[in-house]
C-alpha cells in the first residue's frame, strides 16, 4: 500500500468514526427529544464526506459497500433538505428521524466489512471477503476489535 492510498485510508476511517460517535450522540437526543446543531451538522457532515470518500477508493467491481453507500448518499440527500430546507415540518419530521437513524446503521455495516477480509476466523464463520485487497495499516487493527467486539455484543 502506497503512502497515499494508507493516509486516505487513515483520513476515511477518522471521517467514519466521526460520523458514527456523532450519530450515536444525535440517536441519544433523538430519543431524549434534545436537538443540538453543532452535533447534527458534524453527523452530517462526516457522514456524507464518508460515503462520498468511499467512493475514491481503488475497486475493480462493484462492491455492497457501493451499494450501501449509494443507498446511504440518497438517503442524506433527502434527510438533509428535511432539515435545513423544510425545517422538520409536517411530514418531514418523520423523513428526517428515519434518515437520521438509518443512517449511523448503514455506516456501521460498512464500517465492519473490511473486518471479515482480514480477520480468518471471521470468514471461516460464513462472512465473505469483500472482493478487493483490504489496505493494512491505518484503521485496520480498530476495524477488527469494532467487528470482535459487536459479535461478542
Same mark, same amino acid.
Given at each position: 500500500?502506497?503512502?497515499?492510498?494508507?493516509? /486516505?485510508?487513515?483520513?476515511? #476511517?477518522?471521517?467514519?468514526?466521526?460520523?458514527?460517535?456523532?450519530?450515536?450522540?444525535?440517536?441519544?437526543?433523538?430519543? &431524549?427529544?434534545?436537538? &443540538? !446543531?453543532?452535533?447534527?451538522?458534524?453527523?452530517?457532515?462526516?457522514?456524507?464526506?464518508?460515503? =462520498?470518500?468511499?467512493?475514491? /477508493? $481503488?475497486?475493480?467491481?462493484?462492491? $455492497? &459497500?457501493?451499494? =450501501?453507500?449509494? #443507498?446511504?448518499?440518497?438517503?442524506?440527500?433527502?434527510?438533509?433538505?428535511?432539515?435545513? #430546507?423544510?425545517?422538520?415540518?409536517? $411530514?418531514?419530521?418523520?423523513?428526517?428521524?428515519? %434518515?437520521? =437513524?438509518?443512517?449511523?446503521?448503514?455506516?456501521? /455495516?460498512?464500517? !465492519?466489512?473490511?473486518?471479515?477480509?482480514?480477520? &480468518? +476466523?471471521?470468514?471461516?464463520? %460464513?462472512?465473505?471477503?469483500?472482493?478487493? $485487497? =483490504?489496505? +493494512?495499516?491505518?484503521?485496520? %487493527?480498530?476495524?477488527? /476489535?469494532?467487528?470482535?467486539?459487536?459479535? +461478542?455484543?
Amino acid at each position: 500500500m502506497g503512502t497515499g492510498l494508507g493516509a /486516505f485510508t487513515l483520513f476515511h #476511517v477518522a471521517l467514519s468514526l466521526v460520523g458514527i460517535f456523532t450519530g450515536l450522540v444525535l440517536l441519544f437526543a433523538l430519543f &431524549s427529544a434534545k436537538y &443540538s !446543531n453543532g452535533w447534527t451538522a458534524t453527523f452530517l457532515v462526516a457522514t456524507t464526506a464518508t460515503s =462520498v470518500t468511499g467512493f475514491l /477508493f $481503488p475497486f475493480r467491481k462493484f462492491l $455492497p &459497500s457501493h451499494a =450501501v453507500g449509494i #443507498v446511504s448518499l440518497l438517503v442524506l440527500a433527502v434527510t438533509i433538505p428535511a432539515l435545513y #430546507v423544510f425545517h422538520l415540518a409536517g $411530514p418531514w419530521r418523520r423523513t428526517y428521524v428515519i %434518515g437520521a =437513524v438509518c443512517r449511523p446503521l448503514s455506516q456501521r /455495516f460498512c464500517f !465492519n466489512r473490511p473486518a471479515f477480509h482480514e480477520d &480468518s +476466523r471471521a470468514q471461516g464463520a %460464513g462472512a465473505y471477503a469483500i472482493g478487493a $485487497p =483490504v489496505p +493494512r495499516g491505518a484503521g485496520g %487493527g480498530h476495524v477488527g /476489535f469494532h467487528c470482535t467486539w459487536d459479535s +461478542r455484543g
